[in-house]
C-alpha cells in the first residue's frame, strides 16, 4: 500500500497537466476503492494484488508525464528507431496482462464456469471488452474536451493506434494466462 502511495504523490508532483494527470490516475483510484471495500468478502491472491499494483504504477507514471512524454518511452524510441513515444503501448499490454489474472480468478472463484476449457477464451474476451470500453473513453473524451484530449489519446498521429492498443491488451492477457496460470492456481488452493 505504501507503494502506491508513494507514486501517487510523485505523480501528482508537477504533472505535465491536471486533467490528463486525472483521466490516467482514476482507474487506479478508482481500484484502490474496489479492493478496500472488498479486501474481507473476497480478498485477493498476492498474485493479483502485485500485478494491479503494477498496472496502478505504470498507469501514474503515465498520468505525470502524459504517455507521449514518458522519458521511458523515449529512451526506448532512441534505441529501437522510429517517431513516436511507445510507453502507451506498455499500458495497453498491462491492461489485458493485469486484469486477464483478476478475470481469471473471479471466474474460477465464483464457480462461473462448468467447463474449464472455456476459462481461457473468456478472460481473453473479458480483456478485450475492456479494452475496447477504454478505446470508447478516450474518444469520448476527445469528443468532449479539447483540453486534454490529444495528451490523453496520445494518438502520436498513428492511424491505426486504436486497433493496435486492443492488440496489445489481448497479447497481454494471452501471455498472462500462458505465463502465469500455474502459480495463480497455487495461490488460488491456498485462498
Same mark, same amino acid.
Given at each position: ?13 508537477? #504533472?505535465?497537466?491536471? #486533467? ?6 482514476? +482507474? =487506479?483510484?478508482?481500484?484502490?476503492? /474496489?479492493?478496500?471495500?472488498? @479486501? %474481507? @468478502?473476497? +480478498?485477493?491472491? #498476492?498474485?493479483?494484488?502485485?500485478? &494491479?499494483?503494477?498496472?496502478? !504504477? ?10 507521449? %512524454? /514518458? +522519458?521511458?518511452?523515449?529512451? !526506448?524510441? %532512441? ?14 499490454? *498491462?491492461?489485458?496482462?493485469? #486484469?486477464? &489474472? ?10 462461473? $464456469? ?8 473468456? *478472460? *481473453?474476451? !473479458?480483456?478485450?471488452? $475492456?479494452? =475496447?470500453?477504454?478505446?470508447?473513453? %478516450? ?19 498513428? *492511424? ?8 496489445? =491488451?489481448?497479447?497481454?492477457? /494471452? ?7 500455474? /502459480?495463480?492456481?497455487?495461490?488460488? @488452493?491456498?485462498?
Amino acid at each position: 500500500m505504501s507503494i502506491f502511495f508513494l507514486v501517487l504523490a510523485w505523480s501528482a508532483w508537477k #504533472p505535465h497537466d491536471y #486533467p490528463t494527470w486525472w483521466l490516467e490516475v482514476s +482507474p =487506479a483510484l478508482a481500484a484502490l476503492v /474496489v479492493l478496500l471495500v472488498t @479486501r %474481507e @468478502r473476497f +480478498p485477493l491472491t #498476492p498474485l493479483a494484488y502485485w500485478l &494491479i499494483l503494477f498496472h496502478a !504504477v505504470v498507469l501514474m507514471i503515465g498520468g505525470h508525464y502524459t504517455y507521449a %512524454e /514518458v +522519458p521511458m518511452g523515449d529512451w !526506448v524510441r %532512441e534505441m529501437l528507431g522510429g517517431g513516436r513515444n511507445n510507453y502507451d503501448k506498455l499500458g495497453h499490454f *498491462v491492461q489485458g496482462f493485469v #486484469p486477464a &489474472i483478476i478475470v481469471r480468478e473471479v471466474l474460477l472463484r465464483n464457480q462461473v $464456469i462448468g467447463k474449464k476449457g472455456w476459462l481461457s477464451f473468456l *478472460v *481473453v474476451c !473479458v480483456c478485450l471488452a $475492456i479494452s =475496447a470500453f477504454y478505446e470508447l473513453i %478516450e474518444w469520448w473524451v476527445a469528443l468532449f474536451s479539447g483540453l486534454a484530449a490529444e495528451s490523453f489519446l496520445g494518438t502520436q498521429g498513428y *492511424v491505426w493506434d486504436t486497433q493496435s492498443d486492443m492488440f496489445l =491488451a489481448m497479447i497481454g492477457a /494471452v501471455l498472462a494466462l500462458l505465463l502465469l496460470s500455474k /502459480v495463480h492456481d497455487r495461490q488460488l @488452493r491456498d485462498i
